[in-house]
Protein backbone atom coordinates (compact mmCIF):
# COMPACT_ATOMS: atom_id res chain seq x y z
CA UNK A 1 0.00 0.00 0.00
CA UNK A 2 1.66 3.40 -1.00
CA UNK A 3 2.56 5.74 2.09
CA UNK A 4 -0.27 9.36 2.25
CA UNK A 5 2.80 11.01 1.03
CA UNK A 6 3.50 9.25 -1.99
CA UNK A 7 -0.86 9.69 -2.77
CA UNK A 8 -0.24 13.21 -2.16
CA UNK A 9 2.92 13.73 -4.73
CA UNK A 10 1.19 11.61 -7.40
CA UNK A 11 -2.06 13.53 -7.16
CA UNK A 12 -0.18 17.04 -6.80
CA UNK A 13 1.80 16.13 -10.16
CA UNK A 14 -1.31 15.04 -11.69
CA UNK A 15 -2.42 18.37 -11.07
CA UNK A 16 0.46 19.66 -11.43
CA UNK A 17 0.16 18.30 -15.42
CA UNK A 18 -2.86 19.76 -15.72
CA UNK A 19 -2.16 23.36 -14.70
CA UNK A 20 0.81 23.44 -16.96
CA UNK A 21 -1.67 22.93 -19.76
CA UNK A 22 -3.78 25.95 -19.09
CA UNK A 23 -0.22 28.42 -18.12
CA UNK A 24 0.54 27.47 -22.10
CA UNK A 25 -2.33 29.95 -23.10
CA UNK A 26 -1.89 32.39 -20.46
CA UNK A 27 0.55 34.73 -22.07
CA UNK A 28 4.07 35.92 -22.25
CA UNK A 29 4.54 36.36 -18.40
CA UNK A 30 5.36 33.35 -16.74
CA UNK A 31 6.26 35.29 -12.96
CA UNK A 32 6.80 38.28 -11.35
CA UNK A 33 9.76 38.06 -8.54
CA UNK A 34 10.35 39.62 -5.60
CA UNK A 35 12.23 42.19 -7.11
CA UNK A 36 9.61 43.03 -9.36
CA UNK A 37 11.17 41.51 -12.96
CA UNK A 38 8.79 39.72 -15.15
CA UNK A 39 9.97 36.10 -16.39
CA UNK A 40 9.17 35.31 -19.77
CA UNK A 41 7.49 31.89 -19.75
CA UNK A 42 10.92 29.80 -21.39
CA UNK A 43 8.65 27.84 -23.36
CA UNK A 44 8.12 30.35 -25.81
CA UNK A 45 11.35 30.61 -27.15
CA UNK A 46 12.84 26.83 -27.51
CA UNK A 47 14.95 25.60 -30.76
CA UNK A 48 17.15 28.03 -31.27
CA UNK A 49 21.19 28.51 -30.45
CA UNK A 50 23.06 30.48 -27.75
CA UNK A 51 24.37 32.41 -30.75
CA UNK A 52 21.41 33.14 -32.28
CA UNK A 53 19.91 34.60 -28.88
CA UNK A 54 23.21 37.12 -28.99
CA UNK A 55 22.22 37.66 -32.54
CA UNK A 56 19.13 40.27 -31.11
CA UNK A 57 20.24 39.84 -27.20
CA UNK A 58 22.91 41.44 -25.44
CA UNK A 59 24.80 39.34 -22.63
CA UNK A 60 25.11 42.08 -19.99
CA UNK A 61 22.25 40.98 -18.62
CA UNK A 62 21.35 45.10 -18.50
CA UNK A 63 20.64 45.56 -22.42
CA UNK A 64 17.05 44.80 -23.85
CA UNK A 65 16.94 42.38 -27.23
CA UNK A 66 15.83 44.40 -30.32
CA UNK A 67 14.68 41.86 -32.74
CA UNK A 68 13.09 38.45 -33.00
CA UNK A 69 13.91 34.86 -32.46
CA UNK A 70 12.12 33.04 -35.19
CA UNK A 71 8.91 34.30 -35.50
CA UNK A 72 8.85 35.62 -31.63
CA UNK A 73 9.56 39.60 -30.84
CA UNK A 74 11.91 39.96 -27.94
CA UNK A 75 12.19 43.79 -28.09
CA UNK A 76 12.04 45.02 -24.65
CA UNK A 77 13.34 41.84 -22.81
CA UNK A 78 16.45 41.04 -21.04
CA UNK A 79 18.50 37.88 -21.80
CA UNK A 80 18.64 37.16 -18.45
CA UNK A 81 22.44 36.15 -16.28
CA UNK A 82 23.64 32.63 -14.46
CA UNK A 83 23.18 34.85 -11.83
CA UNK A 84 19.41 36.55 -12.39
CA UNK A 85 18.82 33.00 -12.57
CA UNK A 86 20.07 31.63 -9.71
CA UNK A 87 18.03 34.52 -7.75
CA UNK A 88 14.76 33.33 -9.85
CA UNK A 89 15.40 29.85 -8.63
CA UNK A 90 16.18 30.73 -5.27
CA UNK A 91 12.69 32.19 -4.55
CA UNK A 92 11.58 29.18 -4.81
CA UNK A 93 14.29 27.12 -2.73
CA UNK A 94 16.86 28.74 -1.14
CA UNK A 95 19.20 26.31 -0.61
CA UNK A 96 19.42 26.43 -4.30
CA UNK A 97 21.94 29.95 -3.43
CA UNK A 98 24.45 27.87 -1.63
CA UNK A 99 26.12 25.48 -3.85
CA UNK A 100 24.14 26.44 -7.46
CA UNK A 101 22.30 23.18 -7.27
CA UNK A 102 19.77 20.90 -5.21
CA UNK A 103 18.13 18.02 -5.56
CA UNK A 104 16.30 14.84 -3.74
CA UNK A 105 13.19 13.88 -2.61
CA UNK A 106 12.88 16.66 -0.59
CA UNK A 107 13.28 19.10 -3.56
CA UNK A 108 10.20 17.39 -5.32
CA UNK A 109 7.81 20.09 -3.96
CA UNK A 110 9.39 23.11 -5.11
CA UNK A 111 10.44 21.60 -8.92
CA UNK A 112 6.89 20.91 -8.90
CA UNK A 113 5.80 24.46 -7.86
CA UNK A 114 8.32 25.86 -10.71
CA UNK A 115 6.79 23.93 -13.57
CA UNK A 116 3.30 24.97 -12.00
CA UNK A 117 4.21 28.58 -12.48
CA UNK A 118 6.44 28.06 -15.71
CA UNK A 119 5.87 26.05 -18.92
CA UNK A 120 7.77 22.69 -19.03
CA UNK A 121 9.66 22.66 -21.90
CA UNK A 122 10.36 18.98 -21.76
CA UNK A 123 8.02 16.06 -20.17
CA UNK A 124 7.59 12.63 -20.14
CA UNK A 125 4.65 10.26 -19.51
CA UNK A 126 4.51 6.69 -18.93
CA UNK A 127 2.72 3.81 -16.55
CA UNK A 128 5.22 4.15 -14.66
CA UNK A 129 5.40 7.82 -13.53
CA UNK A 130 5.61 11.50 -15.05
CA UNK A 131 8.82 13.60 -15.53
CA UNK A 132 9.11 17.19 -16.56
CA UNK A 133 11.58 19.50 -17.45
CA UNK A 134 12.35 22.96 -18.35
CA UNK A 135 15.81 24.64 -19.43
CA UNK A 136 17.27 27.79 -20.90
CA UNK A 137 19.70 29.39 -22.03
CA UNK A 138 21.34 32.23 -19.53
CA UNK A 139 23.50 34.76 -21.17
CA UNK A 140 26.44 33.56 -19.32
CA UNK A 141 29.66 31.60 -20.95
CA UNK A 142 30.75 28.70 -19.11
CA UNK A 143 34.44 27.22 -20.25
CA UNK A 144 35.39 26.84 -24.39
CA UNK A 145 32.53 27.11 -26.21
CA UNK A 146 30.12 26.44 -23.89
CA UNK A 147 27.17 28.73 -21.70
CA UNK A 148 25.27 28.45 -18.75
CA UNK A 149 21.41 26.46 -19.21
CA UNK A 150 20.08 26.27 -16.02
CA UNK A 151 17.00 24.05 -15.24
CA UNK A 152 14.59 22.52 -13.06
CA UNK A 153 13.27 19.33 -12.85
CA UNK A 154 10.49 17.14 -11.27
CA UNK A 155 9.37 13.33 -11.46
CA UNK A 156 7.12 10.62 -9.74
CA UNK A 157 7.73 7.04 -8.76
CA UNK A 158 10.06 8.31 -6.74
CA UNK A 159 9.12 11.59 -6.11
CA UNK A 160 12.15 13.59 -7.28
CA UNK A 161 12.97 17.52 -7.34
CA UNK A 162 16.82 19.40 -8.96
CA UNK A 163 17.19 23.00 -9.47
CA UNK A 164 20.53 24.03 -10.54
CA UNK A 165 22.32 26.71 -12.83
CA UNK A 166 25.28 24.58 -13.65
CA UNK A 167 24.55 22.66 -16.30
CA UNK A 168 25.92 24.26 -19.42
CA UNK A 169 25.99 23.22 -23.80
CA UNK A 170 27.97 24.02 -27.07
CA UNK A 171 27.03 27.25 -28.05
CA UNK A 172 26.13 25.90 -31.60
CA UNK A 173 23.53 23.52 -29.75
CA UNK A 174 20.10 24.10 -30.22
CA UNK A 175 16.84 21.77 -28.63
CA UNK A 176 13.37 22.26 -28.58
CA UNK A 177 13.54 21.47 -24.94
CA UNK A 178 15.88 24.12 -24.25
CA UNK A 179 14.53 27.96 -24.55
CA UNK A 180 16.17 31.42 -23.31
CA UNK A 181 15.52 33.16 -19.84
CA UNK A 182 13.97 36.38 -20.27
CA UNK A 183 12.88 38.87 -17.90
CA UNK A 184 11.34 42.45 -17.83
CA UNK A 185 13.01 44.76 -15.44
CA UNK A 186 11.07 46.25 -12.79
CA UNK A 187 9.22 49.84 -13.79
CA UNK A 188 11.19 52.49 -12.58
CA UNK A 189 9.54 53.84 -9.62
CA UNK A 190 7.07 57.09 -10.05
CA UNK A 191 9.13 60.49 -9.53
CA UNK A 192 6.95 63.08 -9.96
CA UNK A 193 9.90 65.51 -8.17
CA UNK A 194 12.13 65.08 -10.64
CA UNK A 195 10.21 67.65 -13.49
CA UNK A 196 13.16 67.27 -15.74
CA UNK A 197 13.23 63.77 -16.01
CA UNK A 198 16.87 63.80 -15.46
CA UNK A 199 16.85 60.75 -13.31
CA UNK A 200 17.56 62.98 -9.91
CA UNK A 201 16.22 65.76 -7.99
CA UNK A 202 18.26 69.12 -7.87
CA UNK A 203 18.94 72.37 -8.76
CA UNK A 204 17.30 71.74 -12.35
CA UNK A 205 13.88 71.07 -10.58
CA UNK A 206 14.01 73.55 -8.42
CA UNK A 207 14.58 76.36 -10.83
CA UNK A 208 11.78 74.57 -12.70
CA UNK A 209 9.61 74.97 -9.31
CA UNK A 210 9.83 77.85 -8.85
CA UNK A 211 9.37 79.50 -12.52
CA UNK A 212 6.17 78.16 -11.91
CA UNK A 213 5.43 79.30 -8.66
CA UNK A 214 2.37 80.74 -8.01
CA UNK A 215 0.59 78.61 -11.52
CA UNK A 216 -2.44 76.61 -11.64
CA UNK A 217 -1.74 72.87 -12.03
CA UNK A 218 1.39 71.21 -14.62
CA UNK A 219 4.51 69.26 -13.65
CA UNK A 220 5.40 71.31 -10.94
CA UNK A 221 1.96 70.70 -8.76
CA UNK A 222 3.80 67.72 -7.52
CA UNK A 223 1.00 67.81 -4.95
CA UNK A 224 -2.22 67.66 -7.06
CA UNK A 225 -3.50 70.73 -5.46
CA UNK A 226 -4.08 73.06 -7.92
CA UNK A 227 -1.69 75.24 -7.55
CA UNK A 228 2.44 75.54 -7.39
CA UNK A 229 3.43 76.44 -3.62
CA UNK A 230 5.21 75.48 -0.31
CA UNK A 231 3.29 72.02 -0.34
CA UNK A 232 5.38 71.21 -3.72
CA UNK A 233 8.43 72.65 -2.34
CA UNK A 234 8.73 70.44 0.35
CA UNK A 235 8.20 67.36 -1.44
CA UNK A 236 10.81 68.73 -3.74
CA UNK A 237 13.08 68.84 -0.80
CA UNK A 238 12.69 65.41 0.64
CA UNK A 239 13.10 63.79 -2.43
CA UNK A 240 16.39 66.13 -3.21
CA UNK A 241 19.38 64.01 -4.73
CA UNK A 242 17.10 61.00 -5.11
CA UNK A 243 16.52 59.58 -8.67
CA UNK A 244 13.79 57.24 -7.08
CA UNK A 245 12.11 59.68 -4.81
Not at 102 to 129: E, I, K, R
Request: charged residues 10%; aromatic residues 10%; contains cysteine.
Amino acid sequence: MCSLRTAITVAAFAAANCMTSAFAQSGAIAYTDSQGRQWRQVDSTAGHTWNAVKAVCPTDGVTPCTGSLGAVQVDGWVWATQQDVLELFAEFSPAVVKSGVVSGPQYFFAGFGFLTTFNPTFSVQTTFGTELGIWGWSSTTASGNSAYVPGVTARTNPADGALSVLPSSSRNESSLARGVWLYKPAAAPNCPADLNNDGSVGAADLSALLGAWGTGGGAADISGNGIVGAEDLSIMLAAWGSGGC
